[in-house]
């Protein structure tokens, strides 16, 4: 894994302040944020760093679309109202 650019900050889209780089690129047990090349496309040349140091599988869930927040709060409500129709 290409260490070089750990130390640098970058604003985080995701959670609204600067981060390390060294965070974005590990941020799901090892693999990149979703939001990676979002945030640091301005930066680095991103893309590269992402084929250099991942594999393909790995880098499918990186560009894989996010769902949005509204999508993820409608369905932990649905999820709730299945739990609470099964107790």
Request: glycine letters at 2%.
């Amino acid at each position: 894994m290409d260490t070089q650019f750990d130390t640098r900050q970058g604003y985080c889209r995701k959670l609204g302040h600067h981060l390390n780089f060294k965070y974005c690129r590990e941020e799901h047990n090892t693999l990149p944020c979703p939001k990676i090349r979002d945030c640091w496309f301005h930066d680095l040349n991103i893309d590269l760093f992402i084929t250099h140091n991942y594999k393909q599988e790995e880098i499918e869930n990186v560009v894989r679309p996010v769902k949005s927040k509204i999508y993820t709060i409608l369905d932990l409500i649905r999820q709730a109202k299945e739990n609470q129709d099964h107790i």
